[in-house]
């Protein structure tokens, strides 16, 4: 028995899973897995929407061939780049030399450079329709959700919207395909993770694309990562919605860096008064033990943020400075920000948590603690005093 899905009478699921990356685009933890979903739509015309890694062609050939045999392909309409839907580009151009491949002048110059193809094209703009025969195929230009040549193609018979990246997941289809068919709640941190992670720094291109999508009829979401939204796409685009305004909810992240406990000592102290101030979501995270991902995906959820480090090397330690690039990068905003640093002999670890809250254009609480070698009672009256400014600040 194949593992193709119908989404419509002639809409299938041709994607695959992937159960074996490590991480994703070599940064991103996937102990879920993640699936690479690719469409094929069997009009009187033939198209495929996107492919999948490289590494699956066999089981994606196959997927292909269970759905419509030896017949050929049409049109593969590439609606994003990054080789996690690209890679099989090649291979599919091997297997169906007549295939056209369809996109926007963003994606047919990556075509060429990724993969050398030179023709064989069919060039769309924004608000092109292509016709498969009785099915007519809408494209809509979302560009940076999340590289420049992203689009969305929209098929207005069955009222499906390919969205490429957008209102995607991490997380295997572990049989499930559909959101009605699936236990949403063990899906839901994984596709919070992605969005920030992956997608959450473009929030602003992404609510652009939404607005641009706003008259139109979205029965089914089928997106390029994770399950199809078919019962309530509302759900998806509601919660994209919200986590591009990066709105929000009470409780703080605690993230530091310490290599002998000395700056652990005051996490704790703050931790333990944020908890006495009424705050009851605290998520304390060691650095050098949880993955940058999981800390991203809290700091993007929760209003407050504080960080404390030790000074390393005349620096800051460096797995901190490593996860405040990424937060600087992904413009993280709208934080209660308490900064805590420590020294033996130089003070820098408070000069980069403050570059930081410059960065993101965040006024810290007072004090900004800087401690040295290890904390005196000064120190732990201080950080209460931090923690009750924190919850403070984010009960306002
Ligand atoms: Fe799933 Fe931006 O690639």
């Known amino acids: 028995m194949n593992q193709i899905t119908s989404i419509t009478d002639n809409i299938y699921w041709i994607g695959v899973n992937d159960r074996e990356t490590e991480l994703f685009e070599a940064l991103w933890p996937l102990p879920k897995g993640v699936a690479y979903n690719s469409y094929l739509i069997d009009g009187e015309k033939v198209a495929i929407v996107d492919t999948v890694k490289n590494s699956y062609i066999n089981s994606y050939l196959r997927n292909i061939k269970g759905v419509i045999g030896d017949r050929p392909i049409d049109y593969l309409i590439i609606n994003h780049m990054e080789p996690d839907h690209s890679g099989s580009i090649k291979a599919i151009k091997n297997e169906y030399p007549n295939i056209k491949i369809v996109g926007n002048k963003k994606t047919l110059n990556f075509v060429e450079g990724f993969y050398g193809i030179k023709d064989g094209f069919h060039e769309v703009k924004d608000g092109d329709i292509l016709d498969l025969g009785g099915r007519q195929l809408k494209f809509y230009l979302t560009p940076m959700v999340h590289w420049p040549e992203t689009m969305m193609t929209y098929d207005q018979q069955d009222k499906v919207l390919f969205s490429g990246d957008a209102f995607g997941g991490f997380g295997n289809l572990d049989g499930g395909i559909f959101d009605d068919e699936l236990n949403i709640e063990f899906y839901e941190d994984e596709i919070s993770r992605y969005f920030t992670n992956i997608v959450g720094k473009y929030g602003p291109m992404v609510l652009r694309a939404i607005s641009k999508l706003e008259e139109v009829d979205i029965q089914t979401i089928c997106s390029a990562h994770g399950p199809i939204w078919r019962s309530n796409p509302q759900y998806i685009i509601d919660k994209y919605v919200k986590w591009s305004n990066q709105e929000a909810e009470d409780g703080v992240v605690i993230a530091y860096g310490s290599m002998y406990s ?127 400014k924190v919850a403070e600040g984010i009960k306002e």
């Open 262 to 388: 000395n700056t652990e000592k005051m996490v704790e102290a703050t931790a333990r008064q944020l908890a006495k101030e009424g705050i009851k979501n605290i998520r304390v995270y060691n650095v050098s033990k949880t993955h940058m991902s999981y800390i991203i995906n809290d700091v993007w959820r929760y209003k407050g943020l504080i960080l404390a480090s030790c000074t390393y090397n005349t620096g800051v330690f460096p797995l901190m400075d490593n996860l405040l690039r990424f937060l600087e990068n992904k413009k993280i905003k709208n934080k209660t920000l308490g900064l805590i640093g420590s020294y033996s002999w130089s003070g820098e670890s408070r000069d980069r948590l403050k570059d930081f809250a410059a960065q993101i254009n965040c006024e810290p609480v007072h004090p900004i603690i800087e401690m040295k070698c290890a904390p005196t009672e000064k120190e732990f009256d201080d950080c209460a005093i931090l923690a009750k």
